[in-house]
Structure formats: structure tokens, C-alpha cells
């Protein structure tokens, strides 16, 4: 693994972990193209998750706090906030653990990303329709509710298809935002509690990831071959730095351009992208192209 591989991943990873057109399907393709269908050390993938975290807590540091403050009674729309949060990551956590087998076995078939892709691609083109037929002729404003008037069924839906969606290829953030819209939440607010909503889920991913990593390395234990770096790497230090920075600087961008992409029904151009992009992964899976890890 060299420079420019980590910093690709790091783009890459920051770049589609916010904008709705699956990082996991992204980055799948590039282990298949860079190492041959290897995936990239455990210790790396962890830490570019890490620094797309640091890159929303950074550009949501006002909800955050609002949140906090909340969940010590010291604001009171932040403490409805923290609580939705949390009722929406208990389905997350449910479906995203009892699914995470068949999540990993899907990494050996790049056509199944390729149909994720595709679904992607249909919700975000029925969100961006329903947006758009509820803007309000006289003032353009969209219809709907705003964050504040979440309810339950809207955060349990949400965390729903979050726990199903980041893997399979269909987009975590796009699924999400789709599916606030469908609950009839206004366009930006469902993205913006999909964003929140981002921070606990690869916080808690990261963690469940750190697990296995950290295990060997308690018992001073080498690491297995799919957590370590390959040998003749650069420097581990070196590339997880570089990796991190490039995920973190990236993500910062993909939010800032989603999230001015929603304040009006722009999403078409992002279905458009999941459709083709669906198209190719189906074909190179269904060839084997790039063959099976």
C-alpha cells in the first residue's frame, strides 16, 4: 500500500460516505481495482471512518452542542433531539448487526452493489419528485415538517433502513433522506437528521470494528493478514495520517455541497450518477470482470 493508494481511499471514503451513492460500493470497487479484491487494512478502514466523524462533528459542532446540552436539560429542543437520535439507532443497531454477515459476503459479488445502486437511485429520484411537488407556489418555501416536529415513527423509519442501507450498495445517507421525506419530513430536514444521525452510527461502527483489532494487540498477538498492512507498505503511521486527513478535508466538503443540494429538490443529478454507476457494477459483477476476492 502506497501514498497515493491512501490518499484515493481517504477521497473516496469522504467523499461518498455523506453524498447519497454508497461509500461502501465505492470503495468495494476501488479494493477490487487497487489490491486485486483484497480489502484494505482493518486499522485503515476504522480510522477514515474516524476522520469522516471528525468532519461532521466539526460542520455540525452547533447541533452537537445543542444536543449535549440537551441530554443535561439545559436545552429543550436539543433533549428531544438526543432522543430521537437514540430511538432511531436502536433499529439501526438491530438490523445493522443482524445483517452484517451476509453484508460482508455481499463484498464477494460487485453486481449486488450494483442493484443497491440502482435502488439508490430510484429513492432519491421519488424523494426529489415528492419535494418538489410540495413546494409552495407563493413563497417557494418547501412543504412538510421541519426538524422540530420529528416524530417517532419518522426517527424509528429512518433508523430502519440506516441499519439495512450502508452496505449492499444502497447509500446510507441517500436511504435515509429518502425515506424523511417519504414520512413526510421537509426536504432539508430529513437530510439534516440523516447527518446527525451519521455521527453516533460510525461512531458505533468504528467501535464495533475497533474490537476485533484491538483484541490481538491486547494479548501481543500479531495481527491477522486482513487487519494488518501488506508487507513492503509505507509506513502505517505515514498512510492511516494521510488517509485521515484526506477523509476528513473531503467529507467536510461532501456535506457542505449536500447539504446546499437540499435546500431545494437537487437530487436528480445524484440518482442520475447511482444509475449509471449502478449500471457498471452490475455488468463488471455479472462478468466477472474483477473476478471474486
Known sequence: MN???AILL????????FLPVSSTAHLTLAEHLMFGGKPMPLAFDVLLHVGTLVALMIYFRRELLQVVMGC???????RRLA??????????GIFGLATRGVK?????????????????AGLLFFANRMSRERVNPQDQDL????????????ALAVGTIQGIG??????RSGSTISIGVFRGLKLPASARFSFLLGMPTI???AVVELRGLLKPLLKHQPLPADMAFPPGSLSPILLCSVGVIAAAISGYLAIGLLDRFTRRPRLNGFAIYCLGMGLVMLTLGASGALGHR
Open 72 to 78: 443535561f436539560g439545559m436545552d429543550k429542543e436539543g
Open 104 to 120: 460482508e459476503a455481499a463484498k464477494e459479488h460487485l453486481w449486488v452493489y450494483g442493484v443497491g445502486l440502482l435502488c439508490t
Open 143 to 154: 412543504a412538510g415538517r421541519d426538524l422540530p416536529d420529528l416524530r417517532a415513527m419518522d
Open 166 to 171: 450502508g452496505g449492499f450498495g444502497l447509500s
Open 83 to 92: 432522543i430521537w437520535l437514540f430511538v432511531a439507532m436502536i433499529p439501526t
Open 10 to 17: 481517504g477521497l473516496i471514503q469522504g467523499l461518498t460516505e
Open 3 to 5: 501514498l497515493l493508494h
Open 203 to 205: 461512531a458505533a461502527a
